[in-house]
């Protein structure tokens, strides 16, 4: 009598609507696979161009009597035709309403309009500020060095980098490099000998 009530049931069957459900299915499945295939193939886009994109950045060095100013080209691709812009907003230590402006910087910022360079990859090129670095921080002027990057297809925006700021963190003179280096030792041998102070 079972099997009578099975072939019954499997006989009642709109097959038609069975096959309309399966193809339903099979064409759902498909959709997320294609989706999920254009999603791999935009990953693996971006990440082509990330590693086929160059990437510049700069920042300030602090030398004996000046300043450079670094311009970094951090990935494994030629920066051709970079537009570099720099500005000055910098104020007198002693006088904050007046402005200062650093010597020949006028001269550089009118070289800069006229040039492009090209940056090959991870390589610089350096520009000379003249900001004495190794004065008294408090005698150093507030205020920022703007520089704006681009190259023929990106805008990497504008950077803002401070003279008392990176000449505190590129100090080198003597005093302080051995205090420094006397420091680090001494953490080292507590350390070593697993033993901890906290003052």
């Not at 069957?13 to 193939?41: H, S």
């Not at 086929?52 to 009597?65: E, G, N, R, V, W």
């Not at 030629?78 to 309403?97: F, H």
Request: hydrophobic share 40%; glycine share 2%.
């Amino acid at each position: 009598m079972s099997l009578e009530c099975i072939t019954f049931s499997l006989s009642n069957i709109d097959w038609t609507a069975v096959g309309a459900i399966i193809t339903a299915l099979m064409m759902v499945a498909t959709f997320i696979t294609v989706y999920q295939n254009k999603q791999q193939v935009n990953e693996l886009k971006r990440q082509w161009d990330l590693e086929h994109t160059p990437y510049l950045s700069c920042q300030l060095i602090a030398k004996s009597d000046h300043f450079l100013l670094r311009i970094l080209n951090s990935s494994n691709t030629t920066a051709n035709n970079v537009n570099i812009k720099i500005d000055s907003k910098l104020r007198n230590p002693k006088n904050t309403d007046v402005e200062l402006i650093p010597y020949k910087l006028d001269e550089l910022k009118k070289f800069l309009k006229t040039q492009e360079f090209v940056i090959p990859p991870y390589e610089s090129v350096y520009f000379t500020i003249w900001i004495t670095p190794y004065k008294e921080i408090e005698n150093l002027p507030s205020g920022h060095i703007s520089v704006t990057l681009k190259d023929s297809l990106t805008d990497f925006g504008t950077f803002y980098l401070s003279p008392q700021n990176f000449a505190f963190a590129s100090f080198e003179k003597e005093n302080i490099g051995n205090s420094i280096v006397n420091a680090i030792s001494e953490v080292g041998r507590k350390i070593e000998h697993k033993t901890f102070f906290f003052k």
